[in-house]
């Protein structure tokens, strides 16, 4: 699984998230995102405009991690199994 590597490439410039969407043209809210959740679905356009405001390649930008992390994997909820005197009532 990859990793967005955002949040810790922008920290050691030092750019906050507001400098980084006026460098990048990317919204606030974007960045805000990926900051928060390093594993978002990215384009590969909005990546490209990152790496340029950071002046980092694209690459460089990721992370290879094992495995799914626990905030992120599924989370099943048990199914409801009614007892044999108990009746179904949606």
């Known amino acids: 699984?990859?990793?967005l590597k955002l949040?810790?490439?922008a920290s050691t410039k030092p750019i906050s998230m507001s400098k980084l969407s006026r460098l990048?043209?990317?919204s606030y809210d974007t960045i805000q995102q990926i900051y928060?959740?390093?594993y978002k679905d990215v384009n590969l356009s909005?990546?490209?405009k990152l790496a340029d405001a950071l002046e980092v390649d694209v690459c460089d930008l990721f992370e290879k991690v094992k495995g799914v992390p626990?905030?992120?994997?599924?989370k099943k909820k048990p199914k409801k199994?009614?007892?044999s005197s108990e009746?179904?009532?949606?």
């Open 1 to 3: 699984m990859l990793k």
């Open 7 to 9: 949040k810790e490439i």
């Open 24 to 26: 990048s043209d990317v």
């Open 36 to 38: 928060h959740t390093p």
């Open 46 to 48: 909005t990546l490209e």
């Open 70 to 74: 626990e905030d992120i994997s599924p």
């Open 81 to 83: 199994v009614a007892n």
């Open 87 to 90: 009746r179904y009532s949606p």
